[in-house]
């Protein structure tokens, strides 16, 4: 039960922090968003903290695959490549996780950077004036 408080309050804190960064602090906004998915992740697929050891140096290796690809050049290879990362690495998060904790592991960070980009979307539409208008949102 404590562990869950833990990560929920890391979770909670870690959104409003990031979104009260001032614009120009971007490499602490990148660390926060980390941090905040880290936390997400492990409370997501109830990592223990031996899986934990063993996932996260994969999944570090996993997320440095899925950067290398980019954004540009033609949309289906980008896609492709990234499948390819995907089927990769599934058979090493498999044997640290399990077959069901993968397949809802790549749910689960699919799910987490649609609500980023949801949320980055809407500190936009609010514009600079929003962390002095803060608690009117």
């Known amino acids: 039960m404590k562990r869950i408080l833990l990560i929920v309050s890391l979770i909670l ?3 409003s922090f990031v979104s009260a ?11 926060k968003i980390q941090a905040l998915y880290v936390a997400y992740i492990t409370q997501q697929l109830k990592l223990t903290e031996a899986e934990a050891q063993k996932f996260w140096p994969v999944h ?3 997320d440095a695959e899925i950067k290398a690809v980019g ?7 980008r896609q492709q490549s990234v499948l390819n990362i995907k089927k990769k690495y599934q058979d090493r998060f498999t044997k640290i996780i399990g ?3 993968t397949n809802d592991f790549y749910k689960t960070d699919s799910e987490f950077r649609k609500k ?5 979307k809407k500190l936009r539409q609010q514009g600079p004036n929003r962390r002095n208008n803060k608690w009117m949102n």
Do not use: F, W
Request: aromatic share 4%; no cysteine.
């Open 13 to 15: 804190g870690s959104i």
């Open 21 to 31: 960064q001032e614009p120009g602090d971007d490499a602490t906004k990148v660390q």
């Open 60 to 62: 570090s290796q996993y």
């Open 71 to 77: 954004l540009g050049g033609n949309e289906l290879d």
């Open 99 to 101: 077959a069901d904790r």
């Open 116 to 120: 980023m980009v949801e949320r980055l």
